[in-house]
């Protein structure tokens, strides 16, 4: 099989002058850019993260050679090819949106400006606003908006991280960084400049005392930007924090439940 040639192949480099493991490395990608195989994929309540399909993608970078490609005035340097046929996927694209092969881009989406890495995915009637990125291996479920300068981080090592996932009707606010496998559930709308990392505090407070997590943004949860007090040895300053300030309601039509989540929490889009 494939995932085994693939995952000697990634513990023993040499075997990459086996034509066979070469092969299985150029299918691995070709399955993702078509959307037959994802890097993580949702199992129950959480994901599951294909390990080995990560791998692939650190092995393309190691059998690709680097080329001059162009279109039109434009030229690049590289070892991973463009995606094209955007047409026949029934993605609207606008220039210079950029999509690298192996990356995978639903019917009904909608790219401006903006980039998405090999390894991601993004789900069907989703935005991808101007200049936001869409790093390696990020999921991005349906109905989706990121709006613009948004970042979502890759996450290619170790092949057994997560990705950053952000699940079906989630609205992320201009400029909000997302990265180091961090998780949005589905339909949380997230204001704009907010950070979340791995070590990000996540604290909910709308309850009578704070509730924190880290990694994750339940569903349907509003956030925006705050600090907290920390001490250090020149004294105390603070530091940011992501704050859950409510939920967002709910209803069928989810536009309506997103700007309705805005006005009652002011949260800046």
Known sequence: MDSELITRAFEDRTLLADAATV???HRTIAALDQGTLRVAEPAGDGWTVNAWVKQAVLLYFA???LETLEVGPLAWHDKIPLKRDFAAAGVRAVPPAVVRYGAHVERGAILMPSYVN???????????DTWATVGSCAQVGQGVHLSGGV???GVLEPPSAQPVIIEDGAFLGSRCIVV???RVGREAVIGAGVVLAASTRIIDVTGDA???TRGYVAPRSVVIPGTVPKVFPAGTFHVPVALIIGRRSASTDQKTSLNQALRDFGVTA
């Open 63 to 65: 059998v690709q050679q």
């Open 210 to 212: 704070p509730n924190e």
């Open 151 to 153: 970042g979502l981080g």
């Open 23 to 25: 092969a299985a490395v």
């Open 118 to 128: 090999i390894g991601a995915r993004v789900g069907a009637g989703s935005m991808v």
């Open 180 to 182: 180091e496998g961090v």
